[in-house]
């Protein structure tokens, strides 16, 4: 993610000084908060040619200091008879936001390129000295927004928030809001051209206006720093102070009501103790009402605490062993035709699901997903895998693709930071042994570690066998020096070999870490039956899964797996005719949720392993 703002300078995360050009933005807590929602139906213009942005010199209109009211930002309306303006947004096509483009019209359903989006809107009711930011949940690709036909910036990656303050730009009355949305794949974007999922174009999470005061709660952060002490940590960060301003932290269910003055740069520090806290875990997820106010603002959610931490080939929750019994999920919900997930509704019935397995974990793959899956993972009582797509071979020499990498990392540390849920930040997945890559990871690795010391890092890293016995599969990466979790994937007895490999392979994993194998599994076509030998059938799927969780059970170290994957998700690469279809078929479930064997095969193994551990 980038964001590029136009005359305005945003705080950098973690609350540092100002950039110009491409900058990354502060985290800021608006999903308490009431908004102005600006979902349902925007007018859509698609533009495959990108008319609309560029001169036929292809120069960019919006770089002229009078863009001409022929480019589609302007929203403009012929002045007289005589006036040539080639494009009329209310007579347009409608798309509804949140919302990808490619499953609302079938003539979009390939369609990779730019689609001009377009709202009016009346602003909210405000005081003259409030601000007003609007906030974006994501948007896929690349954004440039406007509003009035002015630009407010840039926004590239797919799966973050972004913010811009518009107050001094706001109209009362017949507000014009258009966001160029350009989904094109890049060899320097983060993912880059060749990826495993479907790219869905379009605002695919919600737009709204956060109307606050001249001084506000901009964000938080708390953890439970001291396991024996109980003892917890805090800090609030305030836009717009001076220092002095009085802030009050409070968890009335705990007994727990602190003040703390800002510093100049409008942070407030906080510690104290919590003796008789209940910690947040998947068989009890307590959350507590969480309160920070100011003189002139309020913020309020809900956490949980607990800590994650390993010891030698132990992973510890609250300082008791833990297995992760997973299951990856892709945000995709089709079971009704649609692709992205549009609302918490359809987040909480992919957990759901999840749940139905008898899971305790999800792999939120391969990039961050909605705040709302996080949310309800939080009371669901669901561990949290999160990673950014940093995906296969990215181009690790730019160092554009760097910035953007991390600028994905940091968005996605700031928003969730606070969801007790997450106990995993993923760096990559199965990417290339090389020095450059090595390089690459090694600083997103050293960024996480300052951004959050408080959760694991890992990535989903390959194996290979050893020359001289074919049947010892060894995991072994400098990258594993960085991680806490030994995580890979491996797909013996689909990609690799047969199903009787599976039972013939050792592992050789030199590392005093756990170990985690973030994917394994087979294409199977759900209602498709035949000799279990038989390949796309139920009956190969279920039995690889019999053998692969037997010899995952050797592993030394060996702390948890989240198989590939919850629900069968479209993907481009997968076009065999009357099996695939443009779905990867490797779900447990159909893409409509139906079980196959395999789901029955998985709860069973998770139910004997949630047994064991009683």
């Not at 495993?196 to 720093?225: C, H, K, M, Q």
């Not at 974990?361 to 797509?389: C, K, Q, T």
Request: proline share 6%; net charge negative; with cysteine.
């Amino acid at each position: 993610m980038r964001v590029r703002l136009t005359g305005l300078c945003p705080l950098l995360l973690l609350w540092s000084a100002c950039v110009p050009a491409f900058a990354t933005e502060a985290p800021m807590q608006v999903y308490t908060r009431a908004t102005h929602t600006l979902d349902r139906e925007w007018k859509a213009i698609v533009d495959p040619y990108e008319n609309g942005y560029y001169d036929y010199r292809y120069q960019p209109f919006d770089q002229r200091a009078e863009p001409p009211r022929g480019a589609y930002f302007m929203d403009a309306k012929p002045a007289s008879p005589t006036e040539l303006i080639e494009y009329d947004f209310d007579q347009a096509m409608s798309l509804q936001v949140p919302g990808d483009w490619n499953t609302q019209d079938p003539k979009l359903y390939y369609y990779e390129g730019t689609v001009w989006y377009r709202k009016r809107f009346d602003a909210p009711a405000r005081r003259p000295s409030d601000r007003v930011f609007l906030e974006f949940g994501a948007a896929n690709y690349r954004a440039d927004v406007y509003l009035n036909g002015r630009k407010l910036g840039v926004h590239e990656g797919g799966f973050t928030p972004f913010r811009f303050e518009v107050g001094d730009r706001l109209q009362d009355r017949d507000n014009s809001l258009v966001v160029k949305v350009d989904n094109k794949r890049r060899a320097d974007g983060v993912p880059t051209l060749n990826t495993d999922w479907w790219n869905y174009g379009g605002i695919t999470r919600s737009v709204e206006l956060a109307v606050v005061p001249a001084v506000f709660v901009r964000d938080y952060r708390i953890a439970l720093e001291s396991l024996e002490d109980r003892e917890v940590a805090a800090s609030v960060q305030l836009d717009g102070a001076r220092g002095g301003e009085k802030v009050t932290l409070s968890l009335p269910e705990l007994g727990i009501r602190e003040t703390a003055a800002a510093t100049a740069e409008g942070r407030a520090d906080f510690r104290f103790r919590v003796p008789d806290a209940q910690l947040w875990s998947p068989t009890d997820p307590r959350l507590y009402r969480l309160e920070i106010a100011t003189t002139d603002d309020t913020l309020a959610d809900r956490v949980g605490l607990r800590t994650i931490a390993t010891r030698g080939k132990q992973l510890l929750l609250n300082g008791e062993p833990l297995f992760l019994r997973g299951i990856s999920v892709h945000e995709e919900y089709s079971a009704d035709g649609g692709g992205r997930v549009r609302n918490a509704e359809e987040a909480k019935q992919l957990l759901l699901w999840a749940r139905q397995l008898d899971a305790n974990f999800v792999r939120l793959a391969h990039y961050p997903h909605n705040e709302h899956m996080v949310r309800l993972a939080d009371e669901l009582g669901l561990l949290v895998w999160s990673e950014i797509p940093v995906y296969w071979t990215i181009d690790w020499n730019d160092e554009g693709t760097y910035r953007n990498a991390q600028a994905q990392l940091e968005a996605m540390i700031g928003r969730d930071i606070n969801r007790a849920s997450v106990v995993v930040w993923s760096l990559a997945n199965e990417t290339p042994v090389s020095e450059p890559r090595n390089r690459f990871l090694s600083r997103l690795a050293a960024r996480a570690r300052a951004l959050d010391g408080s959760r694991l890092l890992s990535a989903a890293m390959e194996k290979h066998y050893r020359e001289d016995d074919p049947d010892v599969a060894v995991v072994e990466d400098p990258l594993a020096e960085l991680v806490d979790l030994v995580s890979f994937n491996q797909y013996i007895g689909w990609y690799d070999g047969s199903l009787d490999k599976i039972d013939r392979v050792r592992w050789q994993i030199p590392y005093d870490k756990p170990v985690f194998v973030s994917e394994f599994g087979a294409d199977a076509g759900q209602g498709l039956h035949a000799d279990p030998g038989a390949i796309w059938t139920e009956e190969y799927q279920a039995d690889l899964y019999r053998r692969t969780l037997a010899m995952l059970d050797r592993i030394d170290g060996y702390v948890g797996t989240s198989p590939w994957i919850l629900a069968d998700f479209r993907s481009p690469r997968r076009v065999l005719p009357g099996v695939q279809d443009d779905y990867n078929r490797k779900g447990v479930l159909s893409e409509k949720g139906v079980p196959k064997q395999a789901a029955l095969v998985l709860r069973d193994y998770y139910r004997r392993k949630a047994d064991e551990a009683r």
